[in-house]
């Protein structure tokens, strides 16, 4: 008995998330040359995850395939076109389980069009059941604050008078909307 214990107890530990993607995917990916020479975890698995939503939405005797041709167009692809395919957008459809759900919101992003930022939120908050983490004013000011900063950095010449203007009409706009939201 002692001796089961002391096997048990000297297995290593698995620290972190569990692995997304198993060895003898990579080995196969790393064959074909789809990880390109990206060798961070998190890009391997968006790759994984890229190839799982290709996979799903390119199927050619689908007679949906050109609906899909805003995120992935593969006839660009093989005419040598510069990013003939929404990558990052791809990655996080991938994340979705259920391809019949994926297809949907595929579909859904096809037709917004939407900026990648957006279409991951969009796809991010599908996936997630529209569950989100309640805002608090810390992290609200601190967005802002950084807001400010890039718009400072874009525009220097900016004067801290122009930004308190702004700020005073951005108050005025929240007030109209909770005017609103009061009716």
Same mark, same amino acid.
């Not at 990206?38 to 790759?47: D, G, H, L, M």
């Not at 395919?85 to 297809?103: C, F, N, P, Q």
């Not at 992290?139 to 900016?158: A, M, N, Q, W």
């Given at each position: 008995?002692?001796?089961? /214990?002391?096997? #048990?107890?000297?297995?290593? &530990?698995?620290? !972190?998330? @569990?692995?997304?993607?198993?060895?003898?995917?990579?080995?196969?990916?790393?064959?074909? !040359?789809?990880? %390109?020479? +990206?060798?961070?975890?998190?890009?391997?698995?968006?790759?994984?995850?890229?190839?799982?939503?290709?996979?799903?939405?390119?199927?050619?005797? %689908?007679?949906?395939?050109?609906?899909?041709?805003? /995120?992935?167009?593969? +006839?660009?692809?093989?005419? !040598? #076109?510069? #990013? @003939?395919?929404? =990558?990052?957008?791809?990655?996080?459809?991938?994340?979705?389980? %259920?391809?019949?759900?994926?297809?949907?919101?595929?579909?859904?992003?096809?037709?917004?069009? @939407?900026?990648?930022?957006?279409?991951? %939120?969009?796809?991010?908050?599908?996936?997630?059941?529209?569950?989100? #983490?309640?805002?608090?004013? =810390?992290?609200?000011?601190?967005?802002?604050?950084?807001?400010?900063?890039?718009?400072?950095?874009?525009?220097?010449?900016?004067?801290?008078?122009?930004?308190?203007?702004?700020?005073?009409?951005?108050?005025?706009?929240?007030?109209? &909307?909770?005017?609103?939201? &009061?009716?």
């Amino acid at each position: 008995m002692s001796e089961a /214990l002391s096997e #048990k107890f000297s297995e290593k &530990l698995q620290r !972190g998330r @569990p692995r997304v993607v198993d060895p003898s995917t990579e080995a196969v990916y790393e064959g074909m !040359g789809l990880y %390109d020479g +990206k060798y961070s975890q998190r890009a391997r698995v968006n790759t994984y995850y890229r190839q799982r939503a290709l996979s799903c939405l390119m199927v050619f005797d %689908d007679p949906d395939a050109d609906a899909f041709k805003w /995120l992935a167009d593969l +006839k660009a692809s093989n005419e !040598g #076109k510069i #990013k @003939p395919w929404r =990558e990052t957008i791809l990655s996080e459809l991938g994340r979705i389980k %259920d391809e019949g759900a994926m297809r949907a919101v595929a579909l859904r992003i096809c037709e917004l069009k @939407p900026q990648t930022k957006e279409a991951v %939120d969009i796809i991010c908050r599908w996936r997630l059941g529209g569950k989100s #983490k309640p805002g608090d004013i =810390e992290s609200l000011r601190g967005e802002l604050c950084r807001c400010i900063d890039d718009y400072k950095r874009r525009h220097p010449d900016t004067q801290l008078s122009q930004i308190k203007d702004a700020l005073n009409d951005a108050y005025y706009a929240v007030e109209i &909307l909770e005017r609103e939201a &009061l009716k």
